[in-house]
């Protein structure tokens, strides 16, 4: 079973950065798809990136450009760089994780962390 822990959430100004983290148990995520989402109050969840198990990298609309995603095998963890945060990105961004190759379809990740709150003041 795949456990996912997200932290690095938090209280930002329009402008800055922040990076997230999800740090994996019980599997290797070198074997896995993994994945950000993230979904604002009365919001879908969205896709944000996603990195697969030979390193391709995705990315969602929304982001793209201000938002890097990266793997440390030897943590077992994925990071999710933000920059020029805008108030538009306030939500629960969401880590998740996947042994197929469809990574920005959120129904196909089985496996889902509680999610950290980024809230961006203008």
């Known amino acids: 079973q795949v456990q996912l822990v997200e932290s690095g959430g938090g209280l930002v100004q329009a402008g800055g950065s922040l990076r997230l983290s999800c740090a994996c148990s019980g599997r290797a995520i070198s074997s896995h798809t993994m994945g950000w989402f993230r979904q604002a109050p009365g919001k879908e969840r969205e896709f944000v990136a996603a990195i697969t198990w030979n390193d391709r990298t995705y990315y969602g609309d929304s982001a793209k450009g201000r938002v890097t995603i990266s793997r440390d095998n030897a943590k077992n963890t994925v990071y999710l760089q933000m920059n020029s945060l805008n108030p538009e990105d306030t939500a629960v961004y969401f880590c998740?994780?996947?042994?197929?190759?469809?990574?920005?379809?959120?129904?196909?990740?089985?496996?889902w962390g509680q999610g950290t709150q980024v809230t961006v003041s203008s």
């Open positions: 998740a994780a996947q042994r197929g190759m469809s990574p920005t379809t959120k129904n196909d990740y089985p496996f």
